[in-house]
C-alpha cells in the first residue's frame, strides 16, 4: 500500500518511491499511475476503474499470494480514506502487507493556506457512498460544537451537490459567517488554486471532488493573506 502525495513527484516520499521501484506490479487508478508512469518500465500495469476498489483488492491480494512484490498506489496517505483498511481485510493475514504513508491532501490543502490545522482538527469526508448521511450529520454537528478547525474531503460531486451546503448550515449554527474558510484546489499538482473566504461566502466557490475545504474554529483568523489558527502562544 503505497501513497503517492496530493500528485507532484516532490511529494512522494523517498519510502514510496522505494516501494514502487522494487514492486513487479503496480496496481491503481489509471490517473495515479500516469503520475508515475516514468517508473513504470519493466512492471506490469494494473489499472482498474473508479468504483473498483473491492475487484481491485482481490485482485493485488491474489497477484501477492501468487508470488508477485505488488504496489498498490492510492493518492495521499493511503491509510485515510484509502486502500490500506479494505486490502488488510480482504488479506485476511495470508500475506504480509506494508502501508507506506504519504502526505494526505489535508497537509497539502494547509500548507497552500497558511497554518489552519495548529489546534485541534477533524477529518471528515462528505462522500456518502460507504457512510450513511445521518452519520455524517451526527459527525458533522458534533464537530462544529467541538470548536474543532474541520477538513472536508470529498466536498462535492454531481451526485449528491447539497451536502456541502448542508453541512455549511451546521457550521453556521456553531460559528460566525466571519469564520475564515479556505478551499484548495489540486493542491501541489501544477494547477493549485486557493481561495480564502468566509462560512457566508464559501459557496460562490468552485468545490468539487479535486478540492479540500478547511473551515476555521473560532479562534482561527487571516493574517498577511494567510488562514491561521493560532495555537495559544501569547505574543
Ligand atoms: N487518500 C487521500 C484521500 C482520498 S479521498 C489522501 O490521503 O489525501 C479524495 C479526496 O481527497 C478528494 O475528494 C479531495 O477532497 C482530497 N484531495 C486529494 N488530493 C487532493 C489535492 N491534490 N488537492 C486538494 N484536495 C485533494
Known sequence: MVGLGPGNRESITPEALGAIKEAQVVVGYPTYLDLIEDLMAGKERVATPMRGELERARQAVALAVAGKKVAVVSSGDPGIYGMAGLILEVAGGEIPVQVVPGVTAASAAAAALG?????????????????????????????????????????????RPDHIKRAREIFLRHRSSQTPVGIVRCARRGLEEKILTDLENMLHYEIDMLTTVVIGNSQTRVMGGEMVTPRGYRL
Not at 482538527?121 to 450513511?132: E, G, K, N, Y
Request: net charge negative; no cysteine; aromatic share 8%.
Open 115 to 159: 497554518a489552519p490545522l495548529m489546534n485541534d482538527f477533524a477529518v471528515i469526508s462528505l462522500s456518502d457512498l460507504l457512510t450513511p448521511w445521518e452519520i455524517m450529520i451526527r459527525r458533522l454537528e458534533a464537530a462544529a460544537q467541538g470548536d474543532f478547525v474541520i477538513v472536508l474531503y470529498n466536498p462535492r460531486s454531481h451526485g
